[in-house]
Each structure stands twice: as structure tokens, then as C-alpha cells.
């Protein structure tokens, strides 16, 4: 009886002592390492807002430069600087700033930002932004963006004098003199107004002012060589205050070029562009569905050109637009087609004809008169590399290595103008 007791009393009793005291360690060691895990967690993330700050704040001093206006405000930013002490949310932060001309173009600042800071651990962390500025102004960004020449002061846009019709605005009834082209383009004069109304009998240009002299005229030839497109889902299109007329022509066998019928192949388009007195502008190949050249290579330029300096350099270029320019530099003024600062107010025709092409019936052949000696045309072409496109298309396609001698490049400098000032 005694003895079952004694089992009973043992079969009761708790743990021991040594018991409490092991479970009490592992537990103390369990909560430290949450309690460390959590202290990691705590410092990582205010270690990431601290280089978000960091990054928002190089971020800002390089939009300063790029936002700066002139050489005296780079300055006055790079005056700020070395900064020391800037209070940010999670950290305190030292910046630094340093902006150099690039040795190769004069028109590009190199920047570089440095941010140094302490995080929670009192390490020293660092974060460095090299990046590239160019020296634009504002001004002068909207004129070259609305395609008017760079200047200090905003340009007039590249109207002249001409204007496209209003609607309702009808060809006038009873011209004074009629000067018509064979692609049945017309231009009729009454008075101190001229207009250019199309083969369709649409009107497309005004111009009215005293002592007229009529519009100036861009002509040119679009060619392909080594590309297999339908030429007549393009045109050329100029800027504003301009109009082009275009023609699709073709070769047959036993004739010279002619003018294409609707379902004929075209291979090449020929175009006049008429301009008011002070236009300058682009001028561009289109596509008429609208919208952009996608995945279509157009040459200009001369392939034996060796100027490759100047503005107006001839040297072949990857482009499907042509950009005339010109720049007074005794009045600071931009200056147009058909507006010389020496002759004054003047009508002028340019455009060359093309060898072994006789587009003489399109007004556009051996008794063309033109103005310069350059030419205005255009290559379509499968290979982005427009020298070796201009001079196999002329060996090989057009038999005539001269077809695109003294051909515009990208930039041509209307006469009278001083295009090193560009």
C-alpha cells in the first residue's frame, strides 16, 4: 500500500529546475534572432529610402543643368556645389557636381553627380551619376523643332509670303497673264496676286504683295535603285507655305521618259514645288497613305563629295527630307527663296536636269534655266550606306556616273545666305 503511493507521488511530480532553465535559453536565443532579423529588416529598408533619396536628388541637380538656359545659369548651379549637410528623410547627404565640355563636341556637357552619405550602421555609402547634356537653348530648340533656323530670338515660321486658300477661295475668274506647265500646273498673275492652281483645277497657293515677283520654284527627281516600290504611293510634300506638284513618269522601250498612265509601272517621279517670297522650309518624300517612311532608305547628297565640315555640305546622307535654310548675318535675321540681301526682292528656279533623262515635255530638260548648279534629288534605295547606293545606282542602273553630281546633301543654303552662322 505504502509503495503504490510512492509510485503515484512519482508519476506527479514537475519538471526540474535544469528543465525551466534550457527552455528559458532556447527561447531567449530564439527571440534575439527574430529580434536581430527584424533590426536587419528595419536597417535594409531604410538603407533602400535612403539610396531612393539619394538617387531623386542627383536626379534633380542634373535636371537643373539640363533646364539651365545659358552658360550663366550652369554656372550659378555649379556655385551650389559641393553641397554638404542636405537633411533628407532617412539620411543626411553630401553633393557634389561636376560638368565639363566634351573634347569632341563643343555642344555637349558631360555631368557628373556624386552623392556620399552615412547609413544606419555608420558606413559611408556612395552613389555616382555620369550622364551627357546638350547646350541648347529653349528658344532655340521650339524655332529648329518647328523647322525654323537656330537663333537667340524666336524666327517668323517658314511661311514667306505665300499662303495655302481659305476655304471657299476659288481660282481668280479673268487673270492678266496665265504661265502654264505641261503637267497642266498654272500660274496666274492679276495685279499684286499670283496663284498656283493645280493640274485638277484646285487651288493651292496665294501670294500678295507689292511688286511681285512671282513664286520661286524647287524641282527635282525622285529615282529607285535596288528598291521595288510602287512609286505612286509617294510624293513630295514641302513645309508650310509652299505646295509641290508631283508627276509619275515612266521609260518605255522605244521612247524617252514619259508621263505614266494609271496602271503603268513607275520608276521614277519627277516634282516642282512652288514658294513664296522668304520661304524656307523642308521639303520631303511622303507617303501618301500618311504617317512615316518605315523601313524605306533615301539617299541624298553627291557620292564624290569630300566637304564633309560645311553646314551645307553635300556628303551623302541617310534622309528623306531636305531642309533649306539661309541666315543674314549683318541683320541677324533668317532669310528666304527669292529674298537676297543684295538683289532684293527676286523670282528664282532651282533644280538641274538629269543626264540621259530627257524630261523636257514636263518642263524640266535642256531649255530649263536654273538658278544654282545643284541638284534636288532623291534616291530610293535598299542599303543604308548612301555613298556606295548613290554611285552604284549611277554606274550601274542609270549608265551615267555624273547622275548625281553636285546633288543637295541634307542642308542646302538658300543663295544669299550665310550658312557658317548655322
Known amino acids: ?76 548651379v555649379m556655385s551650389d556645389h559641393p553641397r554638404t549637410g542636405v537633411e533628407g528623410v532617412n539620411a543626411t547627404f553630401d553633393v557634389d557636381l561636376n560638368v565639363e565640355e566634351d573634347a569632341e563636341n563643343e555642344r555637349q556637357l558631360n555631368v557628373d553627380v556624386s552623392i556620399a552619405w552615412q547609413d544606419v550602421r555608420g558606413d ?3 552613389l555616382n551619376i555620369a550622364t551627357h547634356v546638350l547646350s541648347e537653348t529653349a528658344i532655340n530648340a521650339v524655332n529648329l523643332a518647328r523647322g525654323r533656323l537656330p537663333s537667340p530670338n524666336p524666327i517668323p515660321k517658314s ?4 499662303r495655302t486658300p481659305g476655304f471657299g477661295e476659288t481660282p481668280m475668274a479673268s487673270p492678266e497673264s496665265v504661265e502654264g506647265f505641261p503637267d497642266g500646273t498654272q500660274v496666274l498673275r492679276e495685279g499684286d496676286r499670283t496663284e498656283v492652281v493645280g493640274p485638277d483645277g484646285g487651288l493651292l497657293l496665294i501670294m500678295e504683295m507689292p511688286e511681285n515677283p512671282g513664286f520661286s520654284t524647287i524641282s527635282g527627281v525622285v529615282l529607285q535603285s535596288g528598291a521595288s516600290e510602287d512609286l505612286r504611293e509617294y510624293f513630295i510634300g514641302p513645309g508650310e507655305g509652299a505646295s509641290c506638284v508631283t508627276t509619275n513618269i515612266f521609260e ?35 507617303p501618301r497613305a500618311g504617317g512615316v517612311l518605315d523601313d524605306l532608305s533615301v539617299c541624298v547628297g553627291d557620292p564624290d563629295e569630300t566637304d564633309i565640315e560645311s553646314w551645307d555640305s553635300r556628303e551623302p546622307f541617310l534622309s528623306a527630307v531636305r531642309r533649306y535654310r539661309g541666315f543674314d548675318s549683318g541683320s541677324e535675321k533668317a532669310i528666304g527663296i527669292g529674298r537676297h540681301p543684295e538683289r532684293g526682292v527676286e523670282r528664282v528656279d532651282f533644280g538641274r536636269p538629269i543626264e540621259e533623262m530627257d524630261l523636257t515635255d514636263l518642263g524640266f530638260g535642256e531649255d530649263f534655266s536654273s538658278d544654282d548648279d545643284l541638284g534636288h534629288d532623291f534616291l530610293i534605295t535598299d542599303s543604308d550606306d548612301c555613298g556606295d ?21 541634307f542642308n542646302y543654303c538658300i543663295p544669299g545666305g550665310n550658312c557658317d552662322s548655322l
Open 1 to 76: 500500500m505504502i509503495t503504490a503511493k510512492l509510485r503515484n507521488h512519482k508519476a506527479c511530480r514537475g519538471i526540474s529546475l535544469i528543465d525551466a532553465l534550457i527552455g528559458v535559453a532556447i527561447i531567449s536565443i530564439g527571440l534575439l534572432a527574430v529580434f536581430r532579423m527584424h533590426g536587419e529588416i528595419t536597417a535594409a529598408t531604410g538603407e533602400s529610402k535612403a539610396r531612393a533619396e539619394a538617387i531623386q536628388l542627383a536626379d534633380s541637380t542634373v535636371e537643373r543643368v539640363r533646364n539651365s538656359l545659358s552658360g550663366a545659369e550652369i554656372l550659378e
Open 159 to 162: 511661311s514667306g509670303m505665300a
Open 252 to 286: 518605255e522601250e522605244d521612247t524617252v521618259w514619259s508621263q505614266a498612265g494609271p496602271n503603268e509601272q513607275v520608276d521614277a517621279i519627277f516634282y516642282r514645288c512652288f514658294v513664296g517670297v522668304g520661304w524656307y522650309g523642308n521639303i520631303e518624300l511622303r
Open 389 to 409: 547606293a548613290l554611285t552604284s545606282a549611277s554606274d550601274e542602273v542609270f549608265g551615267n556616273p555624273d547622275i548625281f553630281f553636285m546633288n543637295s546633301g
Open 124 to 126: 559611408l555609402q556612395e
